[in-house]
Structure formats: structure tokens, C-alpha cells
């Protein structure tokens, strides 16, 4: 594939995966270490009526009403999990798993009974994401990187991206210190004034984040696989957590660019006649990676928390 055709129609979908995918693997590496991995398979499950009400409301798959649709959401849901558990006497994970099941199926029952065809917003898309759609139809070959009005065609999921990117590691960057220190040892960090339960509810903010922007784009499958798999594999590597970090960034990009690749070439290459989905071949790749990391990793077989 040359220039003229791998611009237009590859070269900006794979951007959105990786940026999507590093979004996501960043606040995933505090969250696997506080052991609330799931809470990104949560978040992908809450935001999912949010934003379907945010687009019935205002009729626009727009970054602020989708936003303030994923946030209700939330707010939605932890009444939700105060009700049931103190209501239903049972324990707080039944609770949670009750009531990001129930959103999601909410959500997923509006999208089908809602015409959300013409905007890419619809069960499929919701699960898969529409990252093969993601084309630069202005773009005529890598010139087009350095023409204004052909920049000004990109598609606005790369830019939301983009953004939610900056944001997580503007966070990161500010709060590095605290987080680290209250991941690794809660109680020191309280005796230091470090306000944990503030903080712990930003990272979930950040997460959340970033799995807005990524979910109209990528859909929930890529978006619950890089908050867990990149940053769990990346923990087998190394116990320094600057370097988890780094090889969570170096993991996740290299599962969207090969995850995208093998998606549309690998079935080709075993002599069939369709691509497969983008999305569930990215988290495909990504869990392979992690067992992968499982097996031959250097600190498989150690426990406990990162050296800092």
C-alpha cells in the first residue's frame, strides 16, 4: 500500500487506536495496582446510557453533551450502589456488579430502540467501536500532512483523543507524586495530608475520561482491554513504576498498530476472504501480549508492589 492510499484510509485510524489505547493503559497502571482493575470495565459499562441520553437530548455526538451525559451517568450509578447495598443488606461488589450490568443493559436497550444509525451510534458500534470508518477522505498522500485544508478534514474523533491524552498525562504529571506515594501506602500518604479518597475519585475521573473520548470511536471492547492488559502486562516487567509506565505505553500502541494490521491483512494471509474487527483484534493482540508477559517476563513469579 502505498502513500496515496495508506494516508487517507489507514494512517488515521491507526493513530486513533494507538492514542486511545494509551489513554486508556496510563490510569490503568494506578488502577491495577490498587486493585481495582475493573473499575475500567465498569466506567465502560456506565458511560454507555449516558451517552446515549446525551445524544437523544441534544441530537449531536458532541464531546461536552457526551461528557455531561457519561458523568449523570456516574453520579446515577453510585446512587444506585448506596441504594442496593444499604436497601439490600449485600455486600459492595454484588452491588456494583448489579448496577453496571443494569446500566449497560439500559443503555444498550436505548440504542436499539433509538434511530442512532446515521451517527455510528448504535449496539455495534457501542461494542466494536467504527475505527475502519475513521478515514481521511481529504487526505491525498503524505503531503496532505503539511496542507491546512486538508487537516482541516481529519475526522474529530482524533482530536477528542488527542485531547483526553493530554488531559491524563497533565493529571499524571501534576499528581505523579501523591498518587505513587498513596497507591504504594495509603496510610503514609494520609499522615503526609495527602487527601487519598479526593485523589482515588480524580484517577476514576481521569479514567472515565479517557474512556468517553476513546468509546464512540473504538468501542467498549478495546476500551476495557487497555485499561487491564497493557498495564498488567507491563507490571510483569519491570518492579520500577516510571518503567511499568513506559512499557504500558510501549505495550498498548504496539497491540493498536498490530492489532489493526492483523485485522485487516491477517485472515488474507490464512487464505480468507473478509477482515475481521479492528477493535477485537487490537484486544486480542493485547491479551496475547499479556500472557505472553505471563510466561516469559522476568518478574512473573514475584509479588507485592513496585519499587517507586
Given at each position: 500500500?502505498?502513500?496515496?492510499?495508506?494516508?487517507?484510509?489507514?494512517?488515521?485510524?491507526?493513530?486513533?487506536?494507538?492514542?486511545?489505547?494509551?489513554?486508556?493503559?496510563?490510569?490503568?497502571?494506578?488502577?491495577?495496582?490498587?486493585?481495582?482493575?475493573?473499575?475500567?470495565?465498569?466506567?465502560?459499562?456506565?458511560?454507555?446510557?449516558?451517552?446515549?441520553?446525551?445524544?437523544?437530548?441534544?441530537?449531536?455526538?458532541?464531546?461536552?453533551?457526551?461528557?455531561?451525559?457519561?458523568?449523570?451517568?456516574?453520579?446515577?450509578?453510585?446512587?444506585?450502589?448506596?441504594?442496593?447495598?444499604?436497601?439490600?443488606?449485600?455486600?459492595?461488589?454484588?452491588?456494583?456488579?448489579?448496577?453496571?450490568?443494569?446500566?449497560?443493559?439500559?443503555?444498550?436497550?436505548?440504542?436499539?430502540?433509538?434511530?442512532?444509525?446515521?451517527?455510528?451510534?448504535?449496539?455495534?458500534?457501542?461494542?466494536?467501536?467504527?475505527?475502519?470508518?475513521?478515514?481521511?477522505?481529504?487526505?491525498?498522500?503524505?503531503?496532505?500532512?503539511?496542507?491546512?485544508?486538508?487537516?482541516?478534514?481529519?475526522?474529530?474523533?482524533?482530536?477528542?483523543?488527542?485531547?483526553?491524552?493530554?488531559?491524563?498525562?497533565?493529571?499524571?504529571?501534576?499528581?505523579?507524586?501523591?498518587?505513587?506515594?498513596?497507591?504504594?501506602?495509603?496510610?503514609?500518604?494520609?499522615?503526609?495530608g495527602v487527601a487519598t479518597n479526593r485523589l482515588g475519585v480524580?484517577?476514576?475521573?481521569?479514567?472515565?475520561?479517557?474512556?468517553?473520548?476513546?468509546?464512540?470511536?473504538?468501542?467498549?471492547?478495546?476500551?476495557?482491554?487497555?485499561?487491564?492488559?497493557?498495564?498488567?502486562?507491563?507490571?510483569?516487567?519491570?518492579?520500577?513504576?516510571?518503567?511499568?509506565?513506559?512499557?504500558?505505553?510501549?505495550?498498548?500502541?504496539?497491540?493498536?498498530?498490530?492489532?489493526?494490521?492483523?485485522?485487516?491483512?491477517?485472515?488474507?494471509?490464512?487464505?480468507?476472504?473478509?477482515?475481521?474487527?479492528?477493535?477485537?483484534?487490537?484486544?486480542?493482540?493485547?491479551?496475547?501480549?499479556?500472557a505472553i508477559a505471563a510466561v516469559c517476563a522476568p518478574h512473573?513469579?514475584?509479588?507485592?508492589?513496585?519499587?517507586?
Amino acid at each position: 500500500m502505498n502513500g496515496a492510499e495508506f494516508v487517507p484510509l489507514s494512517l488515521t485510524p491507526i493513530l486513533i487506536g494507538v492514542l486511545a489505547a494509551i489513554a486508556c493503559a496510563l490510569p490503568g497502571n494506578f488502577l491495577v495496582l490498587r486493585k481495582q482493575a475493573l473499575i475500567g470495565d465498569a466506567i465502560s459499562h456506565v458511560v454507555l446510557p449516558g451517552i446515549v441520553v446525551a445524544f437523544l437530548i441534544t441530537g449531536a455526538v458532541a464531546a461536552a453533551p457526551m461528557m455531561l451525559g457519561a458523568a449523570g451517568a456516574a453520579l446515577i450509578a453510585v446512587a444506585m450502589i448506596e441504594a442496593i447495598r444499604r436497601l439490600g443488606n449485600i455486600e459492595p461488589g454484588a452491588a456494583m456488579g448489579l448496577t453496571f450490568t443494569t446500566l449497560f443493559a439500559a443503555g444498550v436497550l436505548l440504542l436499539e430502540q433509538s434511530d442512532t444509525s446515521s451517527v455510528h451510534l448504535d449496539v455495534e458500534h457501542a461494542l466494536y467501536g467504527n475505527l475502519e470508518s475513521l478515514i481521511w477522505l481529504d487526505a491525498m498522500g503524505w503531503q496532505s500532512l503539511f496542507d491546512p485544508i486538508a487537516l482541516a478534514g481529519l475526522p474529530p474523533e482524533l482530536g477528542r483523543v488527542a485531547v483526553a491524552l493530554m488531559g491524563v498525562i497533565g493529571f499524571l504529571w501534576l499528581f505523579w507524586r501523591p498518587l505513587m506515594i498513596s497507591t504504594f501506602d495509603e496510610s503514609f500518604a494520609q499522615a503526609m495530608g495527602v487527601a487519598t479518597n479526593r485523589l482515588g475519585v480524580a484517577l476514576v475521573m481521569v479514567a472515565a475520561l479517557a474512556a468517553v473520548a476513546a468509546f464512540d470511536a473504538v468501542g467498549s471492547i478495546i476500551v476495557i482491554a487497555m485499561f487491564i492488559c497493557p498495564p498488567a502486562a507491563a507490571r510483569l516487567m519491570t518492579n520500577r513504576l516510571e518503567h511499568q509506565v513506559v512499557w504500558s505505553v510501549v505495550f498498548a500502541a504496539l497491540s493498536a498498530l498490530l492489532g489493526y494490521v492483523f485485522a485487516g491483512y491477517g485472515p488474507l494471509w490464512l487464505g480468507f476472504d473478509h477482515a475481521v474487527s479492528a477493535a477485537g483484534m487490537i484486544a486480542t493482540v493485547s491479551g496475547a501480549i499479556l500472557a505472553i508477559a505471563a510466561v516469559c517476563a522476568p518478574h512473573r513469579h514475584r509479588s507485592g508492589a513496585p519499587a517507586t
